[in-house]
């Protein structure tokens, strides 16, 4: 695994403080090692860090170098699979699960006041319809929301009412919800590093974890160097592979992603003057947004494997006129794709391998909150409090025996599939 800089994407061309953490070249003893600068490793670290522990963080590349890095930015909301949980769960947990629904918001709003992040951070969130059954879709969450007094702007929206917000006429109908918003996620996950970094935290990158001593005192090993733990996190999520147990916890998908050129005042008061994230309700879905320089930045997945980025951006611009026809003289100047680590039963993982060694992975496409969320869940463990872990960590990731070798056809059958779903 040789180290890597960043992806050329829109996110890395525009980061506002380069990092440059050393190589771990030294045995070291902590508290707390946490193996991936994602924002799960990140917002752990420094949410624990913030409790006073000692942390090191280990990352193979770059801070952020992985999905965190290279994703929509849109900060959506809710979690994948928590409607599953509150089934599987008893009345007794129902409002707690409700509200760790938006708690990773929250963290993250709160973070970005508190550290001075400077990471574009907007409030303003739009659920499209495409079809008569995503506006009862709709009207259940409005309902929902209303019902348990959920604190920001939220309302129901016409086809007509739509197409003012976001001057198209490909969907029927939308929720807008105020509580939602979009970030740049990099510069989001660097800030928070920073914070982390002046409580103390050492961070490491191009520091790739090649093995791990599993015993009392956990400790990992690059080829440089050593850390000692009392407790071990790990969180490279679909980019993970050393970790043998865990390797067919997730099913690694590929999601990919186009930045426009900066567009004219005239464009952005058509499409999105309110400066709205956007999103579909399709599996294989569609989202967009604008940039804090003002490009469209859209996004969906492909059945492509690769990572050639004239064909990313030729097959995504397509998609995206299909929605703005008046884009087509509007020049494309990113097209990036990344790692998306789904589970089978689309519920977050966060939970223990040993009584020391914990993981944070398995978002299904829906991180940017959770991760922010799930950080604070693994430092109340560790901190003694594991109710709201405990949640989590009693639903054991499905493991499917293969899933790590057969990860290419296993990705072309689900997006079939969901493309069948999303016909229906
Ligand atoms: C294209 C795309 C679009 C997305 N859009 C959205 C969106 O709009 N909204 C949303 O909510 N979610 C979105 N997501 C999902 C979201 O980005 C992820 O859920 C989230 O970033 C996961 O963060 P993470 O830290 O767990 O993983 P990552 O960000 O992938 O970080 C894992 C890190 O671990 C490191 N690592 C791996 N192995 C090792 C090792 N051996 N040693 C040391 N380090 C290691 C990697 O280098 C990497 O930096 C998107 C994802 C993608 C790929």
Excluded at 305 to 325: A, V
Aim: aromatic share 10%.
């Amino acid at each position: 695994m040789n180290p890597e800089n960043h992806t050329n994407s829109y996110y890395a061309n525009s980061i506002k403080e380069e990092t440059n953490y050393p190589v771990l070249d030294e045995e070291l003893t902590t508290d707390i090692c946490i193996v991936g600068g994602g924002f799960s490793g990140v917002s752990a670290g420094l949410h624990l860090s913030e409790l006073g522990y000692k942390v090191v963080i280990i990352e193979a590349n770059k801070i952020g170098w992985g999905a965190t890095g290279r994703n929509g930015g849109e900060i959506i909301g809710g979690f994948s699979g928590d409607d599953i949980m509150q089934k599987k769960y008893d009345t007794k947990y129902t409002d707690m699960l409700w509200n760790m629904r938006w708690e990773g918001n929250d963290i993250i709003r709160k973070r970005v006041e508190k550290y001075h992040i400077d990471c574009d951070l907007k409030w303003g969130y739009l659920d499209v319809a495409i079809k008569k059954r995503h506006i009862q879709d709709l009207k259940f969450s409005y309902e929902d929301m209303q019902n348990h007094n959920y604190p920001h702007q939220i309302s129901l929206l016409t086809g007509d009412e739509t197409k003012n917000l976001i001057g198209t006429n490909e969907y029927i109908g939308g929720l807008l919800n105020m509580g939602n918003g979009h970030v740049h996620s990099l510069n989001l996950c660097i800030g928070e590093a920073k914070a982390a970094e002046s409580l103390g935290t050492l961070i490491y990158e191009k520091s790739p974890v090649v093995r791990i001593e599993k015993n009392n005192k956990p400790k990992i090993y690059t080829s440089k160097g050593s850390v000692s733990a009392n407790s071990l996190l790990l969180t490279g999520n679909a980019y993970h592979h050393f970790e043998k147990k865990m390797q067919n916890f997730i099913i690694p998908v590929n999601s990919f992603v186009i930045a426009t050129e900066p567009l004219s005042n005239e464009i952005i008061n058509k499409i999105n003057p309110q400066d709205l994230a956007v999103c579909d309700p399709n599996y294989i879905l569609e989202y967009f947004r604008l940039t804090g320089d003002k490009r469209l930045l859209f996004g969906t997945r492909l059945n492509y494997h690769g990572n050639d980025e004239d064909f990313i951006k030729t097959e995504l611009r397509k998609k995206m006129l299909r929605i703005y026809p008046d884009l087509s003289n509007v020049k494309i100047d990113y097209g990036w794709t990344g790692k998306i680590a789904v589970t089978v039963n689309r519920i977050p993982q966060i939970g223990k391998l040993t009584s020391n060694i914990y993981y944070s992975q398995g978002y299904s496409g829906h991180g940017v909150n959770m991760t922010h969320l799930a950080g604070k869940l693994i430092s109340e463990a560790i901190s003694g409090t594991m109710e709201r872990f405990d949640l989590f960590n009693s639903i054991r990731p499905v493991s499917i025996p293969g899933t790590y070798f057969l990860r290419r056809p296993l990705l072309s059958l689900g997006v079939m599939l969901y493309k069948i779903k999303d016909l229906l």
